[in-house]
């Protein structure tokens, strides 16, 4: 008996740790009139939420892999917001200033995502 409830201790351990695997954290700077893209790949849907630390306005657009754009979305220092992609759309977040901003991202569902600098 003392073993099965070790084994199921054991089990809920190591499926409690998997979740983590669900979500990425990331701080990231974007130069001066560049842009960083997010999930220019084939993948499922993801959230992200993110964070202006630095002290311009970012740009953000949605994307579809295959063509297309969404409104953008304008983010002030200091702000966050949340975004909720479907599948196989892209995020690209502009910095339109001439300074490097930093931002900081929180990435939940498809973590398989391809990650990248694209100058403007």
Request: hydrophobic fraction near 35%; include cysteine; charge should be positive.
């Amino acid at each position: 008996m003392n073993k099965i409830i070790f084994s199921v201790f054991v089990l809920c351990l190591i499926l409690t740790g998997c979740l983590s695997f669900k979500s990425l954290k990331s701080s990231t700077f974007i130069k001066a009139n560049d842009a960083f893209i997010l999930g220019n790949n084939v993948h499922g849907k993801f959230s992200v939420r993110i964070t202006n630390t630095s002290n311009y306005e970012i740009t953000i657009w949605q994307y579809s892999i295959n063509g297309g754009r969404d409104s953008q979305i304008k983010v002030n220092p200091s702000s966050t917001i949340k975004i909720n992609v479907d599948k196989n759309t892209a995020i690209r977040i502009e910095n339109q200033s001439n300074e490097e901003v930093a931002i900081k991202l929180k990435v939940t569902g498809d973590t398989g995502l391809s990650m990248g600098y694209k100058n403007k």
